[in-house]
């Protein structure tokens, strides 16, 4: 085998431009790696504290499935909105000689009083 060799003449401007962006190829090159040895560490520690989220967080499962199992139960009727008892008012409509007012009862509730002052205030809007 023969081997052909050619020769090209480069100035010594070209030769230090090309020696030059080598040095920086090398350097961006010895970057990259220090970055993605940095990033699989980083990668590595966040792995480990997942899994020690996750461990914390059996535990706690673990601790609030005991806590529930010793305390005691409740007997209570599960309701989430308590019953509400409506009484409806009777409005009655104003006579020629006037309206009478409704008396409040000792036994009127705070809702009963709100509903009967706007009864009373929808008779006089009705009477202008």
């Known amino acids: 085998m023969s081997c052909i060799m050619e020769?090209?003449?480069?100035?010594?401007?070209?030769?230090?431009?090309?020696?030059?962006?080598?040095l920086e190829i090398q350097a961006q090159f010895i970057s990259v790696?220090?970055?993605?040895?940095?990033?699989?560490?980083?990668?590595?520690?966040?792995?480990?504290?997942?899994?020690?989220?996750?461990?914390?967080?059996?535990?706690?499962?673990?601790?609030?499935?005991?806590?529930?199992?010793?305390?005691?139960?409740?007997?209570?009727?599960?309701?989430k909105t308590p019953e509400v008892k409506i009484k409806v008012?009777?409005?009655?409509?104003?006579s020629s000689q006037g309206y009478e007012p409704l008396l409040p009862t000792q036994e009127e509730t705070k809702e009963e009083k709100l509903e009967r002052e706007l009864a009373e205030i929808k008779r006089k809007l009705s009477r202008l």
Do not use: M
């Open 7 to 22: 020769f090209v003449k480069l100035t010594s401007q070209e030769k230090t431009y090309t020696e030059k962006s080598l």
């Open 33 to 79: 790696l220090q970055h993605l040895s940095s990033y699989h560490s980083t990668r590595d520690e966040e792995l480990k504290l997942k899994l020690a989220l996750r461990n914390k967080i059996e535990e706690s499962k673990e601790f609030l499935d005991t806590l529930d199992k010793s305390l005691p139960k409740s007997h209570f009727k599960d309701s």
């Open 89 to 94: 008012l009777e409005i009655k409509s104003p």
